[in-house]
Structure formats: structure tokens, C-alpha cells
């Protein structure tokens, strides 16, 4: 194996080290734009697609027939990153959309057992790194990683009690280029790689519960099991091809709610969020080529992620429901483990939206929410390129440097109930 096929390749490494943090809530947009209204504080007031994500329980709510809902999405995010060592600075500027669709019956009943399917993908965890200046830097495209998600919950409703249990599917994909330009031996070096992995069988559970309080309150749990994915495919540098497999591990996720309903007038949630991603170690690896392989681990070592939801309702009108929201959420990546291609920061979000409902049964929600990553200033990472062998010990470090990041997400959800 050529040892430059190495280097290119332990860059694209990194963009396969961010994919548990993209998964979950907040990092890479929610999952739902009506969760997305209300900074994810929907654990107890969860129906629809927002169920499907937040509390199983949830699913069928509402529901006495069929429900039906189609949420439309897209998530615009930016990045910077001004390399210590030299002053290098650069930028990366990428939209994603994408589609949800949720199907729920009750059986003709407003008690009793509720079925639904639905589907909700990630949004593309894209990164397209170009540098500002010097001609001998790396520029990187990430075409985009995926965990689409294919649910079928069933939901008990008994007065005041729900509770509900599913069955889940995860796609996971891959599909990223990288064009590397660097200077080896004083020459101006240009390649190019793509990689293409996947696992289309993940299977994993969820359970949920939501339960009627006196004075018009209601508690909420929900829990979402881990599952790992390893996904295979191939990698391309240069006329060389190689069979690669990456196994990721995803969190366990738990949440909580408290959430109050004055009538039809308005409601209060407060929601916790528990992502168990200390769990995942590292990223373990498998590269094959023409002369042999070798497999790797990459140490990760994320922290323990919380969350914290606030969101409330408001209707003005008859047929008009304001929605807001705020979220904080700790960092889960640590200084000695950071770099650009799996970032993570402590954030705060304000979620903003209003449904309008034009008959009982049909409504459109919009919305939009900012997610704000708090700059770091870094120079304590440790990440260096892995070589072939080991890692290269005269390599610079990827990580040491100041690190800002945003992500604007907005969208519009149709639910019509017949």
C-alpha cells in the first residue's frame, strides 16, 4: 500500500468520528420541525413524527381514524476554523434537506391501541472545508452521511395512561470525496479519494410513557436503545482500491418531560435529554487493499451529552398556535479529541414557529430554529493524520485552533387526520 493513499485516507477517517454526535439531537438540526419550533421540549405533548423521535408513547395521539403527516425540511450550517500553528484559515458552508413521513391509526378509537409508521432521515452531516489561503492545504468535500430511520410503534391508550414500544431500522450511508492538495519534498502534490460505505440492517427498540397528572400536568419517559452499525464499502485514491468496514456504536438516549396545559389556551413543557455517548470509545476499522490490511481503532471517548428543553404553545386565534422554544446542550467531544471534522460545542437554540389549523382536521405548521455553537479556542487536542503503520509522530496536530459553527434549520409540516 502506497503510504499517500494512507495520509488522504486518514483525514476521511474523521468525517466517519462525528457520525454518533450527528445522530442525535441537536448537533446536526432535529429531527421534526414542530420539534424543531420548540427546541425539542415535545416529550410529553409527542404525536405525529415528533412521537416517532421524542416518546413513543405519543404515537397515535389524537388520532381516532388515520393520521397522516409530511414534514419538509432543510438545514443550512457554517464553520470556521483558524488553525493554530500557522494561522491557516478555513471555512466550510453546506444545505441539507430533506423529507419525514409518519402514518398513524387508532382504529376508529380514541382509547385503546394506535399503530404507526413512520419514517424520519438524519439530516446529511455535509462538510465542504475549503481553505482561504495557501496553495499547499487540504480541501475537503464531505458528500454527506446519513441514519435514516424506518419506526413501527405500538401505542396502549387507557385514560390516563399511554404507553408504547417500537421497533426500528436504521440505513446508515456514506458517500464522501476529498480533493487534497500538499506539498511533499518541497513539490506540490494533487489527489483525489472517495469513499462509499453502508449498513442497511440496524435494528434497535424504543419504549415511552406518558402519564395524565392532577391539575392539568403531564410526566413523560422515553428510552431509546443503542445499536451499532457496520457499515462496508470501498475506498478509491489515486488507481488504488481497497475494501474498507467502520463499526459505530449510537448512544443510548433517555428523556424526561413535565409539562403543563392551561385548556386549549396553552402549554409549558420542560424536557431533559441523556445521550449515554461515554459509551462510545472508538471507532473501529478495517482497511483491505492489494498488498493486505490492517485494522485500527480511533479513540474517541466522548463525554456524557445533557440537554435542556424549554418550549411553550400559545393560541391566539381559534385556529392559529404560536410555538417557541430554548435548548442548552453540553459539549460531548473533549479538547485532546477535537478536530473540524467532528466538532462539537456547548449550544444554545431558539426554536420559533406557528400552526395554523384550517379545519379540524387538517393543519400546517412552519418554523425555523438557530442553534448556536460557543467558540472554542483549542490547544490541548492530540489528533494527529494516521499513517499506515502509526501514528506519524511529525505530523501537525488537526485540531489545535479557534473554532466557531451555526446551523440555521427551517422547514414546514402538514398533518391531516381523517
Known sequence: MKKNAFSLFSFLVAFFAGAPLYATTGTAGFPGIKAATMAGATVAGAEGL??????????????QYVAAEVDISG?????????????????????????????????????GPAIALSYYPSYEARQDWQPIK??????????????????LALAIRLGKVAIGAALMNHFVTYSHSLLMRQNSAGEAQQAKAQIKAHDYINLSAAMGLIITLPANFKLAFSLYLPFSAATTGSLKSGEENYDITVVHHFPLVARGALRYEKAERYA????????????????EFTIKGPNGGQNMAIPLNYNERFSVHLGATYNILSKVQLRGGLMYQNSAVAAEYLTPYNYDAHKLALGLGATYNFQEYFGLTIGYIYTYYVP????????????????????????MGSYSYGIHQFGLSALYRF
Open 268 to 283: 409549558l413543557e420542560l424536557a431533559f435529554t441523556y445521550e449515554h455517548l461515554a459509551a462510545v470509545k472508538e471507532l
Open 134 to 151: 495557501a496553495a499547499g492545504e487540504a480541501a475537503i468535500s464531505d458528500k454527506g452521511s446519513r441514519v435514516d430511520t424506518l419506526q
Open 50 to 63: 415528533t412521537a416517532a423521535y421524542y416518546n413513543v408513547a405519543g404515537s397515535g395521539q389524537s388520532v
Open 75 to 111: 438545514l443550512y450550517n457554517y464553520a470556521s476554523f483558524v488553525r493554530r500553528n500557522d494561522g491557516l484559515s478555513s471555512y466550510s458552508h453546506t444545505f441539507a434537506p430533506k423529507i419525514a413521513l409518519s402514518l398513524a391509526t387508532g382504529f376508529g378509537r380514541k382509547e
Open 376 to 399: 472554542r479556542d483549542e490547544v490541548k487536542s492530540r489528533v494527529l493524520p494516521l499513517s499506515f503503520n502509526a501514528i506519524a509522530t511529525t505530523a501537525q496536530t488537526i485540531g
